[in-house]
Nanobody, 121 residues
């Protein structure tokens, strides 16, 4: 019954920053494994960042040092702060809850609708 709604995407020049928000409703996400994924045109959806059960963050190598995932339990919202953006970051970004790995692939119970991020050079 949980619903996830992403926001904060848009157009930005290379080197700029954006903060994506994922607002959850229907149940608390404070103890849940949350993640951000992205899908570029013609590409498979790929892992970007996640919070494990303890709240510890993990990142894809391509975004380490540039992106930060965080959670505000009072607002039941997870964020993705994106700095030093590159054209290759252009994609639709998706939030997900109950993220886990099965047979080497990430799966989740619920996905958001996605928000477009476009980085110009």
């Amino acid at each position: 019954q949980v619903q996830l709604v992403e926001s904060g995407g848009g157009l930005v020049q290379a080197g700029g920053s954006l903060r994506l928000s994922c607002a959850a409703s229907g149940r608390t996400i404070s103890g849940s494994r949350m993640g951000w994924f992205r899908q570029a045109p013609g590409k498979e959806r790929e892992f970007v960042a996640r919070l494990d059960w303890s709240g510890a963050p993990n990142y894809a190598d391509s975004v380490k040092g540039r992106f930060t995932i965080s959670r505000d339990n009072a607002k039941n919202t997870v964020y993705l702060q994106m700095n030093s953006l590159k054209p290759e970051d252009t994609a639709v970004y998706y939030c997900a809850v109950d993220v886990t790995v099965v047979l080497g692939k990430y799966v989740a119970s619920t996905w958001g609708q996605g928000t477009q991020v476009t980085v110009s050079s």
